[in-house]
């Protein structure tokens, strides 16, 4: 809850200043949170009046979460990785967020080209604080550049993805990481509540 308001803090502070730029705040659970987990967080939210949330147990999380594993699964099959392919890169990075305890966000524009901007919560948090300049049509471009800035000096990072056991067999050298692009180690992972 902390994360969510120094972010949402951080959100009204820069967009302030535009008032033809509309963000909306979704809150999208982890794939496998208990409603028992998750009532804290979207009590604030729902408190608070920060934006909309999307339950694990509820259809549109879901959804959001096992379309991502479709494309993962897809780009596996036609033997696509996050080295040579930017939407396999991306599709990656979603995942890995399912797979941390930590904040994360995600930034796009509807009817856009532009590429998303995507970080974990500390990196999107500083990303905001460093933008000087920036207009509603070159946001996430600032964004994404002070992103990039920031992962450049970060020294080692884990990331992770867990895949469900009926996805097929994955070839390890399709397994880079889609931050630093090296090759990611395999482990066998049995989860029950988290």
Not at 2 to 31: C, G, N
Not at 103 to 110: D, N, P, R, S
């Amino acid at each position: 809850m902390k994360w969510i308001e120094q972010f949402t803090a951080a959100i009204l502070a820069r967009v302030k200043d535009f008032p033809e730029l509309k963000i909306e705040l979704i809150y999208v659970s982890k794939s496998n949170t208990t409603d028992q987990a998750n009532k804290a967080i979207l009590d604030f939210i729902t408190t608070n009046k920060i934006g909309d949330y999307l339950k694990a147990g509820e259809t549109k999380s879901w959804r959001f979460w096992t379309r991502l594993e479709s494309i993962f699964t897809s780009g596996l099959k036609n033997g696509k990785n996050a080295k040579e392919d930017s939407i396999m890169k991306d599709v990656m990075t979603l995942l890995s967020f399912n797979g941390t305890c930590k904040g994360w966000a995600i930034f796009g524009k509807l009817g856009s080209n532009q590429k998303m901007a995507k970080a974990m919560g500390d990196v999107i948090l500083q990303s905001l604080s460093k933008i000087i300049t920036w207009s509603s049509d070159s946001f996430l471009a600032a964004l994404n550049n002070q992103i990039e800035q920031l992962l450049a000096f970060q020294p080692h990072h884990c990331s992770h993805i867990v895949l469900p056991a009926t996805n097929l067999e994955v070839k390890d050298e399709m397994m880079t990481c889609a931050t630093c692009g090296r090759k990611m180690n395999k482990y066998l992972t049995y989860q029950c509540c988290v």
